[in-house]
């Protein structure tokens, strides 16, 4: 009755609703496959727009420099199936089992990032190794730290979940875990990286119900070792320097963002058309990676854009719901944790190429091209999906799956 | 869970801020990204028009326009300034220190090396593949002929626009017009495919033909040159006239220049005197008195005047070049013995207004209209500002300064049967390849009747055969022609000093002129143009006989004369 009322009543938007556990399992089905649904849906269509993308902001320098128009959106598209594949596989599987996987993972995650900075193993891009190879396949470990660091996160947080107050007991797991993960990213050097794991883990104290004294503080410290991390390093000032002052320079260190400016804004409305970009004849730097998005604006325009950010938006609010229906905590927090990191990661992306946060080199989940990126975003879709099948009355639900398999 | 809530409001909120940050970028400023794209995107380029060649009469080339090459270097790509500065100073032919500054310019990324360096010599530039020094394509001018007729071409800068003569005078034909190239390109420099492309094509410039003959020129040049040098003139001028259609066969003046090499050559050799440098034309100008007297009948033919040793005009004491006794001489003994007084004498009887009508009905005080910038007009004096002595000194050229085609003119006028056809250095033009134009025939007006002139070839010839231009006399041919002595005034104050311009003008046969010749030495040893200049005439003559393939013609009867003939 009450649970019906809600429905009617309530608006299709509420997370929370304070008789949640009492909702009838026919609805909560309902609800599960919706939410399902409203994440696979926009996840899948970012791909596929991101696809496209690539293979339109890629084509030139793929052509000039390595003589084949199609060379990254093929491989691209490699990652793409092996992302779907990996996205059903974590779907299927139950995501309590990440709780048991979340230490195992993260020591290969931290070995391979050690691994990485090894001079003979890392390939070297742009000044930064952040690269493994491994016969055709180039994988980047801190895609994979992303995720292993969320869940181990999660699980500790979960497991802890009654001494969230106590300092000691929070920061004596997570300060050395989170300082040797993002100090390894560091090193390579990738601060973008490393501010998205830190910020990552932060949201995941914040959804996790740490109080707000701990966190003001540790967002302080955070800044101020960021700031310093920053104004340690020539590039990273003058890519401070550059943001502050676009036109200040726009032949050197602004030169990025005042590309990404021309392709946005030459956009206008409805764009130049798809696969019309000129700038990303060589204008914009790595047009179809971290600045896919400006290429995206150049051909779709303000109307294009919308809808992406629209399909990103949706995929967010999909995840929170996930998280808010999740049935315990270790689930919760992990998809809040990995919205929050693919969330975080978009608004870092978007804000510094359209020139509202300095540069920091973080692709966009799900469009720029990046197998590791890919692959890792798709998996984590799969693990919301999986959460969120499990909101269903889970014996019931499953005995139906089993009966039938 | 009020907590989720918080994490959706802030990802609600920092998509929404970027949105409106895009729509302000996309709607507001587009136009302005729009602008800054295409400025950084879109190239001009100039396509430069291939320059009209300048032919002679028989389309053999004087001046041609050859592919070359600018070297260039960018100082920003330049790996090693010291080695690069040795190579390139070796082969160009320039020095290391100052090619060493250019080669480390701070903040240059583009410094001239060397300009309009031939092809051979910039393609073993290439072979040394030295980074950072590139190479242009430009065109160099080349005179295949060398000093040929250069005060006439004149020559072009490097940045392709005439300087000099007809280089600079048909600077809008030669040139032609250059085309544009507009193209959007990718950060390399490539065309972007679709991208904004528009191509203007260059209209090339047209082909000039001159009237000059090359090897007629060649000759003149060659005689100009030695005759110079017999004499230890300052220099001298040659005119080769076609008196039917005004064509200009031979135009030299010694010392020239070699326009190939025009930067390292003295300035005062680029003017062509035979146009822009005006004379006093001396004893050559006593054909125009005498012209005059016989054309308005001021004198009979027969009539002998009664020419002093000397002679007092209104102050001014006149003399003859040689002195002798009083004589009796007819208008024909004036002009073949060159007789100042005689001629003053016979001016006076045709009056100040008569004569001065002559002298501009002959081209005087107005350019020839030749077609060659910077043309003189020479001068003469409007005739109410004539002085008490005027009458008593241009009757032999005194006191007026012509320029040397403006005196071939008045020859060719008399050789023309009366009719002055305006001087011309081209005979057309070719716009594309093998479409030729002719220029259109020289406009022409008369200036003495047929008789008239008749009778005044006759005098010339008498004045060559009997007169002071026996040294012009050819064996075969009879010449009619006259000398001219002038004395050169002080630039600097009035009076003359004692430096002449030795002249002859004459043509050839008399009967049927096919060809008149002007020659003017600057200054020679020898003081008399009939000494000076009348060889070379006689020289240019036999030259244009061979060359233009002219015939012995009947020769005409001398005028009734006082003086013993033999």
């Known amino acids: 009755m009450a649970s019906r009322a809600v429905e009617v009543a309530g608006p299709r938007l509420r997370l929370v609703r304070p008789d ?46 390595y003589g084949s128009s199609f060379l990254f959106f093929r491989r691209q598209a490699v990652y793409a199936v092996v992302g779907a594949g990996a996205m059903f596989v974590t779907s299927r599987m139950r995501y309590t089992a990440w709780r048991r996987l979340a230490l195992p993972f993260l020591v290969v995650a931290v ?69 040797v993960v993002c100090g390894l990213v560091i090193l390579q050097p990738d601060l973008g990286t490393a501010l998205i794991l830190s910020m990552s883990v932060f949201l995941l104290l914040y959804v996790a119900g740490v109080r707000m004294r701990y966190l003001v503080s540790a967002a302080a410290f955070g800044s101020i070792l960021s700031m310093a991390l920053i104004l340690s390093e020539p590039y990273r000032r003058a890519r401070l320097l550059a943001f502050l002052h676009p036109r200040h320079d726009p032949g050197n260190t602004g030169w990025h963002l005042f590309q990404s400016l021309i392709a946005l804004g030459s956009g206008g409305w409805f764009g130049v058309g798809l696969g019309a970009s000129r700038q990303d004849w060589g204008y914009v730097p790595n047009a179809h990676t971290d600045f896919i998005f400006s290429i995206l604006g150049e051909e779709v325009g303000l109307v294009g854009e919308i809808v992406i950010l629209t399909l990103f938006g949706l995929l967010i609010f999909a995840g929170i719901r996930i998280a808010a229906r999740a049935p315990d905590a270790f689930g919760r927090l992990l998809a809040a944790g990995i919205v929050g990191w693919l969330g975080i990661q978009t608004v870092v992306n978007l804000g510094a190429v359209t ?51 | 869970m009020g907590r989720l809530f918080g994490l959706l409001l802030a990802f609600v909120l920092s998509l929404g801020g970027i949105l409106l940050r895009l729509s302000v970028l996309q709607v507001s400023q587009a136009g302005e990204y729009r602008a800054l794209a295409l400025n950084q995107r879109v190239h001009t380029l100039t396509l430069p028009a291939t320059r009209g060649d300048i032919l002679d009469r028989s389309r053999e080339p004087l001046a041609i326009s050859l592919d070359a090459r600018d070297i260039y270097a960018d100082p920003q790509l330049v790996a090693d300034p010291y080695g690069t500065a040795v190579k390139l100073a070796d082969l160009l032919d320039l020095k290391v220190r100052d090619l060493l500054p250019k080669l480390t310019a701070e903040g240059s990324t583009f410094e001239y090396i060397a300009q309009q360096v031939d092809l051979d010599l910039a393609k073993q530039v290439e072979a040394l593949s030295l980074p950072g020094v590139g190479f242009l394509p430009v065109s160099k001018r080349y005179y295949p002929a060398g000093p040929l007729a250069p005060q006439v071409l004149g020559f072009v800068g490097v940045d392709g626009v005439g300087l000099e003569g007809l280089e ?45 003959d090359r090897y007629l020129q060649y000759q003149a040049q060659a005689a100009l040159a030695e005759a110079v040098r017999a004499n230890h003139a ?23 220049f070699d326009p190939n090499r025009f930067r390292g050559s003295d300035p005062e050799r680029f003017a062509n005197t035979a146009v822009s440098a005006a004379f006093e034309p001396g004893s050559v100008n006593k054909t125009i008195t005498a012209a005059a007297a016989v054309e308005e009948h001021a004198v009979s033919l027969q009539q002998r005047f009664s020419v002093p040793a000397q002679l007092r005009v209104d102050g001014v004491v006149i003399h003859d070049s040689h002195p002798h006794a009083r004589e009796r001489m007819t208008l024909g003994d ?64 005194q006191g007026i300064a012509v320029t040397p085609l403006q005196m071939a003119s008045v020859y060719a006028t008399i050789a023309n049967g009366g009719i002055w056809v305006q001087p011309r250095l081209i005979r057309g033009t070719v716009e594309t390849s093998d479409s030729y134009r002719p220029a259109p025939r020289s406009p022409s007006r008369r200036v003495v009747s047929e008789g008239t002139a008749q009778i005044v070839t006759q005098m010339l010839a008498y004045a060559v ?41 004459g043509f050839l046969p008399a009967s049927n002129p096919r060809v008149v010749i002007a020659v003017m030495i600057d200054e020679p040893s020898t003081v008399y143009g009939g000494i000076a200049s009348a060889p070379l005439f006689q020289r240019v003559a036999r030259y244009a006989i061979e060359r233009l393939g002219i015939a012995a013609a009947s020769r005409v009867p001398l005028p009734p004369h006082a003086l013993h003939v033999p």
């Open chain 1, 20 to 65: 949640d556990r009492v909702v009838s399992p026919a609805l909560a089905v309902r609800l599960s496959r919706r939410n399902t649904a409203l994440l696979l849906v926009p996840a899948g269509a970012l791909v596929a727009v991101g696809l496209i993308m690539v293979l339109s902001a890629s084509s030139w320098t793929a052509y000039t420099r």
């Open chain 1, 111 to 179: 070995l391979l990032l050690i691994m990485v900075l090894q001079p003979s193993a890392g390939t070297v891009a742009g000044g930064s190794a952040r690269w493994l190879t491994f016969g055709p396949v180039n994988v980047q470990p801190s895609e994979f730290a992303k995720l292993a660091l969320i869940t181990f996160v999660a699980a500790l947080l979960a497991r802890k979940r009654n001494h969230l107050q106590d300092l000691v007991h929070l920061a004596l797991p997570l300060l050395p875990v989170v300082s």
């Open chain 1, 355 to 405: 020139g509202l946060m300095p540069i920091t080199g973080v692709p966009l989940p799900f469009l720029s091209y990046g197998g590791s990126s890919l692959v890792v975003s798709m998996a984590s879709v799969g693990i919301l999906a999986n959460i969120s099948r499990c909101s269903a009355p889970g014996p019931r639900r499953k005995a139906t799956r089993r009966r039938a398999g």
């Open chain 2, 168 to 212: 600079y005078g048909y600077q809008k034909e030669l040139a032609g017009r250059p085309g544009r190239s507009t193209e959007e390109t990718d950060i390399d420099g490539r065309p972007i495919v679709g991208g904004v492309n528009a191509t203007v094509p260059p209209k090339a410039g047209e082909d000039l033909v001159l009237t000059l």
């Open chain 2, 234 to 256: 300052k220099g001298g001028t040659v005119i080769v006239m076609d008196p039917r259609t005004g064509d200009v066969l031979a135009m030299a003046g010694y010392p020239w």
């Open chain 2, 334 to 397: 004036i002009v073949a013995e060159s007789s100042n007084i005689g001629i003053v004498q016979v001016a006076a009887k045709l009056g100040q207004s008569r004569f001065a009508r002559y002298l501009a009905k002959f081209g005087f005080g107005a350019p020839t209209g030749v077609g060659f910038p910077g043309e003189s007009r020479g001068i003469l004096p409007p005739v109410d500002q004539w002085s008490a002595s005027s009458m008593a000194t241009i009757p032999f050229g």
């Open chain 2, 465 to 505: 055969q009997y007169g002071t231009g026996e040294n012009a006399r050819i064996p075969g041919y009879q010449v009619a022609g006259k000398t001219g002595t002038a004395r050169k005034p002080f630039v600097d104050r009035s009076g003359y000093s004692h430096r002449y311009v030795a002249s002859f003008i």
